[in-house]
């Protein structure tokens, strides 16, 4: 089932666009977003978590109108959101934070409340972090103060930008597993540079690159246009679009691969970086053209 | 973890007054917790105390008791009442994208500032305790002095409450007002500096005008020389009445919060007919305190 449609999006800053003309459908399940910075990831994220309005175009989230103040009520109270950044008021601890949150989620009883409080806080491992102020949390520590937040009421839609930054590979573990349970009923969309993530959680990923669409799919059929793209060398390769020497000494190409090169299985960081590196090598031909 | 994950049932929502009464509970922890207000309330013990050692139930003129509460209370309160309004704008995204929106977080800060009014009550309940355990007196003794011997126990009470307990009502729900239009950091500076200056300009002036101020002064406090030394007096300024000037300065408070909850766009037209009542009811107040 469609739980987020838009339709012909557009979104201008001043002169320039961050968005133009998307069109996206998500339902249940984890998609990942994928853009270099500057794709409008952000504001694409923004607008669906209703902090930002589009100019252009129609959007329908969870079944409701953003555009309408009564939608973007309804849409609030089934969201959870976490910002790119975001700051703290000072004198909040972790818990206080989470529990004022919670009461701008209209949870107006006070013990119910505590309990959920005390449930997102175990979620994401800052149960013993509750009397401690949030601006002497470290930077991990305060992302995940956002994510417990976010996590108030199991929402439908989780919009998350960035969830990951930040965080150690134990915490991202972690992170992984909640995000994991989620997806099951929710609809979770994760922008992120780190396509690891994105490998191992979710089924759909979306590409975007100056504010367009530039893949949309499986995450499988993504790394399959890579296929044959791939391929390791004793040196750095002219006609590799990106090559790096890795931890063997040997060198990883990826682009357009000589004859006779040993191919190896590409990852979806090669695929990501072939798509990117395609579409402005068009744009540049287009721009010559 | 694994008991954190465990499906437990989604509570459901509540909308309307519970919501506003747990965020009003939480804004009023937030206020009473504040740094600066625990200031004025600490600095606001020497004087009480000193008043109990001496024994002296508030001295030639127990109205500057209110003076404490006005300035403690309510020009510190206006900076916390500030800085409790514009602290979430660090977290603009979070609070933007809570169903729970500005104007009732706006509300709720607004019923905070009984706080520090309910602050300001305590310390005139004491005013009054202690003049009444002491009888306050003059220097010497036989001067007057502005308190309940020597005039109506209604017009004492409420240039008591008008100077004392609704100053410490009005100064905060100014600062959520000046927080919500100007929401930057010198505001809360640049408000006090004008509230100070809009308080003072009018004491000078002539009476009636004198009165038209955020904190009207209605006690006068005067030195004559007399045959022993000099003799310290105070009382009730004449020509106004107390009780108006009460109900002015509360319209004026209730203009203050409809200032502030008319920043957002929602409930637009009520909120500019209660601002009209409002204004009517002040100027209304204002005449019939100076006529």
């Known amino acids: 089932m469609t739980t987020i449609t838009l339709d012909g999006i557009g979104k201008t800053y001043g002169r320039v666009a961050a968005l133009t003309e998307v069109d996206l459908a998500l339902s249940s399940g984890i998609t990942g977003l994928l853009g270099p910075n500057g794709a409008g990831k952000t504001t694409m994220l923004r607008i669906l978590a209703t902090a930002l309005a589009a100019d252009r175009g129609e959007v329908r989230v969870l079944g409701e109108d953003p555009a309408t103040p009564a939608g973007r009520v309804a849409v609030r109270r089934r969201l959870g959101y976490v910002p790119q950044e975001t700051g703290f008021p000072r004198g909040f601890t972790t818990f206080s934070f989470v529990d004022y949150m919670a009461i701008l989620k209209e949870w107006s009883d006070a013990a119910t409340r505590h309990d959920e409080v005390r449930r997102v806080l175990d979620l994401v491992g800052l149960s013993d972090l509750g009397t401690k102020r949030v601006q002497a949390l470290s930077g991990g520590q305060r992302r995940r103060v956002v994510l417990a937040q976010a996590m108030l009421g199991r929402p439908d839609l989780l919009v998350l930008d960035e969830p990951t930054a930040g965080l150690d590979p134990a915490q991202r573990g972690r992170l992984r597993d909640v995000l994991g349970r989620a997806g099951e009923s929710a609809t979770v969309l994760i922008s992120t540079h780190q396509t690891e993530d994105v490998a191992a959680l979710c089924e759909r990923v979306v590409v975007l690159d100056g504010g367009r669409v530039l893949f949309d799919g499986t995450v499988d059929t993504m790394i399959a246009g890579a296929a044959s793209r791939v391929w390791m060398g004793a040196e750095r390769h002219p006609a590799a679009q990106h090559a790096w020497r890795t931890g063997t000494g040997r060198f990883r190409n990826v682009g357009d691969p000589p004859r006779g090169a040993e191919l190896i299985e590409p990852a979806l960081e090669d695929a990501y970086l072939l798509l990117v590196g395609d579409a402005a090598r068009d744009a540049g031909l287009e721009a010559v053209s | ?291």
């Open chain 2, 1 to 291: 973890m694994s008991a954190a994950l465990a499906p437990t049932p989604v509570t459901p929502t509540a909308e309307g007054w519970p919501t506003l009464r747990a965020l009003a509970v939480a804004e009023a922890r937030r206020f009473a917790r504040h740094p600066l207000f625990l200031l004025g309330i600490a600095i606001l013990l020497i004087p009480m105390a000193d008043s109990v050692i001496r024994q002296n139930g508030g001295g030639a003129n127990p109205m500057v008791g209110t003076l404490y509460i006005a300035f403690l209370i309510g020009v510190l309160g206006f900076v916390v009442a500030h800085r409790l309004t514009t602290s979430l704008l660090r977290s603009r995204d979070l609070a933007l994208t809570a169903p729970v929106d500005r104007q009732y977080r706006t509300l709720a800060l607004c019923l905070a500032c009984l706080v520090p009014a309910l602050a300001g009550v305590v310390v005139a309940v004491f005013m009054l305790a202690n003049a009444a355990i002491w009888p306050p007196v003059g220097d010497p003794p036989s001067a007057s002095v502005a308190w309940f011997r020597d005039y109506p126990a209604v017009d004492v009470l409420a240039t008591l409450v008008a100077m004392g307990p609704v100053a410490a009502l009005g100064g905060p729900l100014l600062g959520v007002a000046v927080a919500r239009w100007a929401p930057f950091r010198g505001s809360a500076l640049v408000g006090v500096v004008t509230l100070v200056f809009l308080t003072m300009l009018p004491s000078e002036s002539p009476s009636p005008w004198r009165f038209l101020s955020a904190w009207p002064v209605m006690v006068n406090e005067y030195v004559k020389e007399g045959e022993g030394g000099p003799i310290v007096r105070s009382s009730l300024v004449p020509g106004v009445e107390p009780v108006w000037i009460l109900g002015f300065l509360l319209c004026l408070c209730g203009l203050a919060a409809v200032a502030a909850l008319l920043r957002d766009p929602e409930h637009r037209r009520p909120l500019l007919g209660a601002g009209a009542g409002l204004a009517v009811g002040a100027v209304g107040c204002f005449l019939l305190a100076v006529t």
